[in-house]
Each structure stands twice: as structure tokens, then as C-alpha cells.
């Protein structure tokens, strides 16, 4: 049990362009979600943090009018990343809870590439 | 500011021995440890995890142990696989994290088992 879904796994897009990533949890209700970007050789960094129902929480220095994020439903939370330039190309991985106590459990991630 | 250190960007172990993996963390706030597992372009896979009320948790070849006074946690694999070749990384969390209960990650240990 306890499985996330992301969706697409890999997507190579011009710059400029708006790149939709989607995480669904597909046996359970995730009240929470989180976005994490990965950098070479470095650790997972948040990004946000977003429950169902309502605006997302954003770390510093992360914009939000960049990478927009919509947890419209307990089953699905999406990232679209606007105006995509080649710096934004990195691996960006979801992961869900149901909440406290529950544990988290990760998408497979999502390799962006900007040309 | 890195609240979740792995100072040991790799390690490398022969098949068979004890592969043990070090971490780190300034926050006396964190109460749940976590364990993931890396493979190149995937999204991590939960491993082991302990509570604070603990100072050991065992899972098959896998042991964390945790030191609160010296906030430090380890993972021991015994005994090392050449399949258990990967990064791994430490997250925790804690209730006085901004973003709920969001983890924080280490930077991650690259352990290479040779045969």
C-alpha cells in the first residue's frame, strides 16, 4: 500500500514553455504533499509544502509565481513550473502523507530539461 | 542552513562486512528519523525510521541507531550486498519545521559494496 504515482518521469521542453508535473496518490488520501528539487551532489530541498484545499506553503527563496502548485483534490497535487529556463532543469520529487504519523511515501521523481 | 548532516559524501565497503552510515542534526526538535535509499533518477525508498522515544530500531540486515544527547543517528547494514550499492540519505522531522512535518534532509552517502 501507500503507493505515489508521478507522471511524466522524464520531459525535455523549450525554454520559455510551462511544464505540468503531476503526483497522485493512488491507494490512500494525502492530505499533505511536498515538492522537493533535487541538485547534483546535493540533498533534497523543499520547495513547498501543500494541503488539500488550500494555498500551498512555499520555502524561502522559492518563487511561487514560478512554480505554481494546486492540491485540488486528496488524491492529486500538481507542479507546473512557468516560463521554463535551462536553470530550472533538475529532478523534482513528490512525496505524500496522511498525515502525522503516517510516514511518507515518494513519487519516482521527474528529470526536467530545459533547451 | 543544513539542519541534517551527512558528513561522509561516500563510502565504499567490501561484500559481506558492515557498512555503517553516519548523521547528523542540529535541531533537538526533530523527533522522527528516517532512512532512504537512492538509485540514480529514481525517488528514494523508505528504508528504516526511529522515533525519539527510541534508541534502536532493527529491520532484517538493517539496524539505526540513535544518540539524542549526541544528535547522531547511524545505519548499519550487515551484512553489505553489492545490490545495497546506492545513496542514502537521512531525513528528519520534527513539529516546530514550518512546513508541518516536512522532512529535512541530509546530502546524502554514496555507499559503493564490492564484491
Known amino acids: 500500500g501507500a503507493v505515489v504515482s508521478q507522471h511524466p518521469s522524464r520531459v525535455i521542453c523549450k525554454s520559455g514553455t510551462s511544464v505540468k508535473i503531476e503526483c497522485r496518490s493512488l491507494?490512500?488520501?494525502?492530505?499533505?504533499m511536498f515538492w522537493y528539487r533535487q541538485f547534483p551532489k546535493k540533498s533534497l530541498m523543499l520547495m513547498a509544502t501543500?494541503?488539500?484545499?488550500?494555498?500551498?506553503?512555499?520555502e524561502q527563496g522559492v518563487e511561487k509565481d514560478k512554480f505554481l502548485i494546486n492540491h485540488a483534490s486528496l488524491t492529486l497535487s500538481t507542479l507546473t513550473v512557468t516560463s521554463a529556463h535551462p536553470e530550472d532543469s533538475s529532478f523534482y520529487i513528490c512525496?505524500?502523507?496522511?498525515?502525522?504519523?503516517?510516514?511518507?511515501?515518494f513519487g519516482s521523481g521527474t528529470r526536467l530539461t530545459v533547451v | 542552513d543544513q539542519q541534517v548532516k551527512q558528513n561522509s559524501p561516500s563510502l565504499s565497503v567490501q561484500e559481506g562486512r558492515i557498512s555503517i552510515l553516519n548523521c547528523d542534526y542540529t535541531?533537538?526538535?526533530?523527533?522522527?528519523f528516517l532512512w532512504y535509499k537512492k538509485y540514480p533518477a529514481e525517488g528514494p525508498t523508505f528504508l528504516i525510521s526511529?522515533?525519539?522515544?527510541?534508541d534502536k530500531n532493527e529491520d532484517g540486515r538493517f539496524t539505526v541507531f540513535l544518540n539524542k544527547s549526541a544528535k547522531h543517528l547511524s545505519l548499519h547494514i550487515v551484512p553489505s550486498q553489492p545490490g545495497d550499492s546506492a545513496v542514502y540519505f537521512c531525513?528528519?522531522?520534527?513539529?516546530?519545521?514550518?512546513?508541518?512535518?516536512?522532512?529535512?534532509f541530509g546530502k546524502g552517502t554514496s555507499l559503493l559494496v564490492t564484491p
Open positions: 531525513a528528519a522531522s520534527g513539529r516546530d519545521s514550518n512546513s508541518g512535518y516536512a522532512l529535512n
Open positions: 512525496s505524500a502523507t496522511r498525515g502525522a504519523g503516517y510516514g511518507y511515501t
Open positions: 491507494d490512500f488520501q494525502a492530505t499533505t
Open positions: 526511529i522515533s525519539s522515544i527510541k
Open positions: 535541531n533537538s526538535m526533530f523527533d522522527y
Open positions: 501543500s494541503n488539500e484545499g488550500s494555498k500551498a506553503t512555499y
